[in-house]
């Protein structure tokens, strides 16, 4: 893009991005982790996976301690019993 407009006097040289400086390094997609954060990173995620199955084994015997036996169900029968005719 040139600057300026058609007139006398108007600078028309291009307008660019400046130039990068050395002393910046280049963004790259994944950050440089070093060796110990990569080890805290591994151990965290294992922490982490371990409380979830241990969350989810809870929870799952929460429900089914709170869901009652078909026998103990006056509107449903017992598992082992024929439907009425």
């Known amino acids: ?3 300026g407009g058609d007139g006398p006097g108007v600078c028309r040289r291009r ?4 130039p ?3 002393s910046i390094a280049a963004m790259v997609d ?8 990569q080890t805290e990173h591994a151990a965290r995620d294992e922490r982490l996976a ?5 969350n989810l084994r809870r929870r799952k015997a929460q429900a089914r301690a709170r869901e009652p036996i078909a026998a103990d169900r006056p509107d ?4 082992g019993d024929e439907p009425p005719a």
């Open 1 to 3: 893009m040139i600057a």
């Open 15 to 18: 307008l660019t991005a400046a």
């Open 20 to 22: 990068a400086s050395p």
């Open 30 to 37: 994944t950050p440089r982790i070093t060796r110990a954060k």
């Open 50 to 54: 371990r409380a979830l199955r241990e």
């Open 76 to 79: 449903k029968p017992a598992s």
